[in-house]
């Protein structure tokens, strides 16, 4: 954030700094998402090209849970994969596992909503 003129720069204001804050908030939850589609890309890639390998591992989803260890992603993101990886390797159990899966993420989107509701801040 540049100021006009030139330095010396006097200090900033309330409502700049309320203003900087609300850009930069803005900004860091569009980064954060950038950098999460970046990796869900990449693991998507990975689990895709290991699958295909003329020796693909006998158990994907601990492949995959090796290579997001040694990935250089923000621990939140590592972890958020993780789950994904973990649902995928209990869906593809059977039927009542399957099941399972929906009624989680059913209670983790209805969990997310009431939050949202009670916040107003949509769960951020």
Not at 89 to 114: I, T, W
Request: aromatic share 10%; proline share 6%; with cysteine.
């Amino acid at each position: 954030m540049n100021r006009p003129g030139e330095p010396p720069y006097g200090p900033f204001t309330p409502e700049e700094m309320d203003r900087g804050a609300r850009f930069a908030d803005a900004i860091a939850r569009l980064v954060d998402a950038f950098e999460i589609a970046q990796l869900v890309e990449s693991l998507f890639d990975y689990s895709v090209k290991a699958s295909m390998a003329p020796t693909a591992p006998a158990n994907l989803e601990n492949d995959l849970r090796e290579w997001l260890g040694q990935s250089q992603a923000a621990a939140e993101h590592r972890d958020l994969m993780l789950l994904w990886i973990s649902l995928r390797e209990n869906h593809r159990r059977g039927g009542a596992e399957r099941e399972f899966c929906r009624n989680l993420l059913e209670l983790v989107a209805r969990f997310m909503k009431a939050r949202s509701d009670a916040s107003g801040n949509f769960g951020f």
